[in-house]
């Protein structure tokens, strides 16, 4: 299924799920920072998402370069590098071995979920049917 036919949701990383959160370290296992893009939200602002897909949602997780270095930092399953400890990667990689959307839509240079197509990922395709799930922040520039 390609991004432009899915729901495209904006969200807060606070407000995602366990199972979501975990799937997300899968993908990125050395850190958010470099990985963040940038896009224009709902308000007209210039924000910071992190891209993320599943089989049926595409994610821009609203965050700043700041919080991205910080969420890594106080998060225990990374080492003082900002790397997925290998025990935590092993145990959410069997755990999530079923889901197919995270080698199928979310390869990159920091995991090994195949060839990396290094397709670029444009907010202005998404535009349209975009959901802000709920942000209560406007310190996101």
């Known amino acids: 299924m390609e991004t432009v036919n899915k729901p495209k949701v904006i969200k807060d990383y606070d407000k995602l799920s366990d199972e979501l959160l975990e799937q997300i370290k899968l993908v990125y296992p050395k850190g958010f920072r470099k990985h963040l893009v940038q896009f224009t939200g709902l308000d007209g602002k210039k924000r910071k998402g992190l891209p993320f897909e599943t089989e049926d949602k595409y994610y821009l997780i609203r965050m ?48 090994d979920f195949g060839d990396d197509d290094n397709r670029d990922i444009s907010i202005d395709e998404l535009e349209d049917d975009i959901v802000d799930e709920g942000s209560t922040d406007d310190d996101y520039e």
Do not use: F, Q
């Not at 959410?92 to 240079?109: Q, T």
């Open 64 to 111: 700043t370069m700041e919080e991205a270095i910080y969420v890594i930092a106080e998060d225990d399953d990374y080492d003082e590098k900002g790397h997925l400890k290998p025990k935590i990667y092993a145990r959410l990689a069997d755990k999530h071995d079923d889901e197919n959307h995270l080698d199928e839509y979310n390869s990159n240079e920091d995991n």
